[in-house]
């Protein structure tokens, strides 16, 4: 298992950036797993700065079950899926994320929370 971790604030772009390096790290090569690692990234650390104040910690953890994405933030507040309405913009990322992972792990922390999906490997 190889794991990378980064405390202290990351923009979505950033985080990004960070998981393709770390995907290459690892050797991984299955572009469309990797897009959805990516999609999951993006939309679990714009989550966190649109409605949790900003992104705490990051860490991607990759094993044989495939790609973690954790994102922890200083709140307490839980992870709220919108409903889908298609004449509102917005609101389809935890939707996504849980397509794409199957779950969604929420852990509550002493101070905030760890939001967190497994990408499994084709």
Request: proline share 5%.
């Amino acid at each position: 298992m190889r794991k990378w971790s980064r405390y202290g604030r990351v923009s979505a772009a950033e985080a990004r950036a960070t998981a393709r390096d770390f995907l290459a790290s690892v050797g991984h090569t299955d572009e469309r797993h990797a897009d959805a690692v990516l999609l999951v990234v993006s939309e679990l650390v714009t989550n966190a700065v649109r409605h949790a104040g900003g992104v705490t910690a990051f860490q991607l953890d990759h094993s044989d079950r495939g790609v973690t994405v954790s994102v922890y933030d200083a709140t307490d507040d839980p992870p709220r899926t919108a409903a889908l309405d298609p004449a509102r913009p917005g609101g389809f990322g935890l939707h996504l994320v849980r397509g794409l992972a199957g779950r969604l792990e929420v852990e509550w922390r002493p101070v905030g929370k760890r939001v967190g999906a497994t990408v499994p490997l084709s």
